[in-house]
C-alpha cells in the first residue's frame, strides 16, 4: 500500500507546473536533502533503540531480584524490628 511510479509522476508533474522550471531543481535538491536527514535520524535512533534492548537484554547484568515472600516469623513482627534486605 505504498506509493506507485504512477502517483510519484503525478506529483512531479503538477510540482514542475506549480513551481516552474526554474525554481523546480532547487525545490528537489532540497526535498532530497530532507529526505536524506530524516533517514539519517531514523536510523541513528533504530541503533540507539537496539543498543538499548541488547544492554536491557544481557545476561551478565542481570540480577537476581530479592525475595517478595516473606516468612511468617516476619510477617508477625512489627516493621521496625524486620531486617532491611541488602
Do not use: N
Not at 20 to 42: M, N, Q, V
Not at 54 to 82: G, H, I, L, M, R
Request: no cysteine; glycine share 6%.
Amino acid at each position: 500500500m505504498g506509493i506507485g511510479w504512477t502517483e510519484i509522476v503525478v506529483v512531479l508533474i503538477v510540482a514542475l507546473v506549480f513551481l516552474g522550471p526554474s525554481r523546480f531543481p532547487a525545490a528537489a535538491r532540497k526535498l532530497g536533502s530532507y529526505y536524506r536527514e530524516f533517514r539519517d535520524a531514523l536510523g541513528t535512533m533504530e541503533r540507539d533503540f537496539e543498543k538499548a534492548v541488547d544492554a536491557d537484554e544481557s545476561p551478565d547484568q542481570a540480577q537476581p531480584a530479592p525475595p517478595a515472600v516473606q516468612t511468617e516469623e516476619e510477617a508477625q513482627k512489627p516493621a521496625t524490628e524486620v531486617e532491611k534486605p541488602r
